[in-house]
């Protein structure tokens, strides 16, 4: 059986029932409410990053330790976000976004009014978890919306939030930090998170996401059949787990050398630590344009995107480590590495949702975020341990070495899937 072949049922031909194919206009009106939400979400997540001096100060900490909330934040949804995915796997889909982030909101708030570090630590962990179940529910959500060859498209607009949060969200939030002080800018989120709220109560279609039906009799052109109440063990699981080792992978070798590229970009490159910043907003606007183009010209050959995005990435970072004598060479090859990595995020979780069945969607969500999350924190590990041991220089030549693994694996899922069509 191919990874993205519907299931159907030996006996009766019929398809599944849980495969159940929406009709309509495309849900643009939808698919940007939870665009904002995802928004939200990471610009809440990413928000300290941009605050460090400002937090360490009022709170009598370190900045490392400020920095260290986005850790906690990062690990919380790695330790929670399949369980909860799991408990609330029969909750309406719509519901749970609302509550979602109405707990987001909670978690800035208590942010804002924190005594001291511990209390702020505390409103953090409430944040990840909000944000590793809010990941498991909205990138299936947008997969229930439309037929299966619209889900690339669909998912780069939910996802393109996740990229202008980067790119806007965070350096307006610390904008306003350092003009109105931190801690209202935690309540101005909190706000606009509650806003969020009533956008998607408002805009956002209810789906229904858990659609297997107990066993009944079906008539067809050949008789009378009966459908099992209870399905057997799902078939796209193996395949599923493929698609989350490529994206831990992926995204170990990516923030091994992008959590230390400030540093490079200044001591390596020598571009002035003036200069970091508009490379960075660069990089973000590259990444931008990347999502687009996954979502315009690799909507239905998600897996030939992640090739050449690979691709071009493993060539673009080894530029960039060779060229950082020549500097117009260098910073073009880094733009260019922003473009090929703003599409991963979206051709991964299209690679995903069209391997996963409807019935274990969100699971697979879950799952998947598990696995991003712990690359973003096995990652920066990586590289810290590397530039203690042996320098910022062979950073990014490890980058390489992880991206062309990935590279490996995501053209063995390719012959594998060959194989189960033949």
Known sequence: MSFTAPITLPSSGLPRPDEKAPTGPFPWIGLIALSAAVFLSVTSEMLPTGLLPEMSNSLGVSQSEVGLLVSWFAFTVVITSTPLALLTRRMPRHGLILMVLVVFALSNVLTA???????VVVSRVIGGLAHGLFW??????????????QIARAVSITIAGGTLAFVFGVPLGTFLGHVLGWRLSFVV???????????????????????????KPVTTATGTVTLPATLPRDATIGAVALVCVITALTMIGHYTFYTYIAPFLSDTLGVGSEAVAPLLFA????GAIGLFISGVVFSKRPQLGLVLGLAVTAVSVSVLALSTEVLPVAIIAFL???????????????????????????????VYTTAFNIGIGLGAFVGAFLLD?????????VYVAIILLSLALVLFSDIVIRRRRA
């Open 189 to 215: 989120l909190a706000g606009l998170m509650l806003v969020g709220a009533v956008v998607i109560w408002k805009f956002l279609p209810k789906v229904d996401h858990y659609n297997a039906k107990p066993a």
């Open 136 to 149: 498991g529910v909205v990138g299936a959500y947008s997969a229930h919306l439309v037929p299966k060859d």
């Open 113 to 119: 009014i924190a005594p001291d570090y511990t209390f």
């Open 283 to 286: 990089y973000g606007i590259a």
């Open 336 to 366: 260019v590495w922003g473009l090929a990595f703003g599409s991963f995020p979206p051709l991964l979780q299209t690679r995903l949702l069209h391997t996963a069945s409807v019935r274990i969607r969100d699971t697979a969500s879950a």
């Open 389 to 397: 041991r042996v320098g910022l220089g062979t950073v990014p030549f």
